[in-house]
């Protein structure tokens, strides 16, 4: 499962592209204006961290605004991603920058028939919103794997991107469920490494060696 970071934050995205485990980002007009910077500023300032692919969200509403803001958001750099709303205007555009080669995410997922018209629109990724769902008290995990059995059924080329992952506990079920990606705000990227038993044992082993007056360079 690819690991993407959920932030328009360049200092933090930094930090976390040093693990060298940070496949790619998503960002969202919600993380941009925290950012409190220019979008095409801070994508291009990503795109030239990352590698991988960079998601960078459509903010217009009719099939074609979304056109133009979306290929100029993709002439910032051959890693973007234009992101869309899953909508009848969102798909519309998703199907006509699939046709220019350009990749896309549909974002705002939260049902399998909207997964699967996403699919059918040729989407790179699609972007089922886990912990959005849970606040509402339904069952995120379970639609990625509803949608993981769907696409295999029918051999659909889209990624599912899991999004709106608020815990460890959440990566690890996405990861079960057979989602291809899941995008991580930077504080859930750093609980990944955390086990009490490993700071337990890394404890013992350090004292135990500590005993031994040995070093090893
Ligand atoms: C990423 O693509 C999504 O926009 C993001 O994961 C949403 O997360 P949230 O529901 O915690 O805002």
């Given at each position: 499962?690819?690991?993407?970071?959920?932030?328009?934050d360049?200092?933090?995205?930094?930090?976390?592209?040093?693990?060298?485990?940070i496949?790619?980002?998503?960002?969202?007009?919600?993380?941009?204006?925290?950012?409190?910077?220019?979008?095409?500023?801070?994508?291009?300032?990503?795109?030239?961290?990352?590698?991988?692919?960079?998601?960078?969200?459509?903010?217009?509403t009719?099939?074609?605004?979304?056109?133009?803001?979306g290929?100029?958001?993709?002439?910032?750099?051959?890693?973007?991603?234009?992101?869309?709303?899953?909508?009848?205007?969102?798909?519309?555009?998703?199907?006509?920058?699939?046709?220019?080669?350009?990749?896309?995410?549909?974002?705002?997922?939260?049902?399998?028939?909207?997964?699967?018209?996403?699919?059918?629109?040729?989407?790179?990724?699609?972007?089922?919103?886990v912990?959005?769902?849970?606040?509402?008290?339904?069952?995120?995990?379970q639609?990625?794997?509803?949608?993981?059995?769907?696409?295999?059924q029918?051999?659909?080329?889209?990624?599912i991107?899991a999004?709106?992952?608020?815990?460890?506990?959440?990566?690890?079920?996405?990861?079960?469920?057979?989602?291809?990606?899941?995008?991580?705000?930077?504080?859930?990227?750093?609980?990944l490494?955390?086990?009490?038993?490993?700071?337990?044992?890394?404890?013992?082993?350090?004292?135990?060696?500590?005993?031994?007056?040995?070093?090893?360079?």
């Amino acid at each position: 499962m690819l690991i993407f970071a959920d932030t328009a934050d360049t200092k933090l995205l930094a930090e976390l592209n040093e693990t060298g485990l940070i496949d790619g980002v998503t960002t969202n007009p919600t993380l941009i204006a925290k950012s409190g910077r220019v979008i095409a500023e801070v994508i291009k300032e990503i795109a030239e961290m990352i590698d991988g692919p960079i998601s960078a969200e459509v903010t217009a509403t009719d099939y074609k605004q979304m056109i133009a803001e979306g290929e100029k958001l993709a002439a910032i750099a051959s890693n973007i991603v234009i992101k869309v709303p899953l909508t009848v205007d969102g798909l519309k555009a998703t199907k006509a920058f699939s046709e220019q080669g350009l990749m896309t995410n549909v974002t705002l997922c939260f049902s399998v028939p909207q997964a699967l018209l996403a699919a059918k629109a040729g989407a790179t990724f699609v972007s089922p919103f886990v912990g959005r769902l849970e606040d509402q008290g339904a069952d995120g995990i379970q639609l990625l794997h509803d949608i993981r059995t769907v696409y295999d059924q029918y051999d659909f080329d889209t990624e599912i991107l899991a999004a709106s992952l608020r815990n460890s506990a959440h990566v690890a079920q996405a990861a079960i469920a057979g989602a291809d990606c899941a995008t991580l705000p930077p504080a859930v990227f750093n609980e990944l490494f955390k086990h009490p038993l490993t700071d337990k044992g890394l404890e013992i082993f350090m004292a135990d060696w500590a005993k031994t007056g040995q070093s090893i360079l």
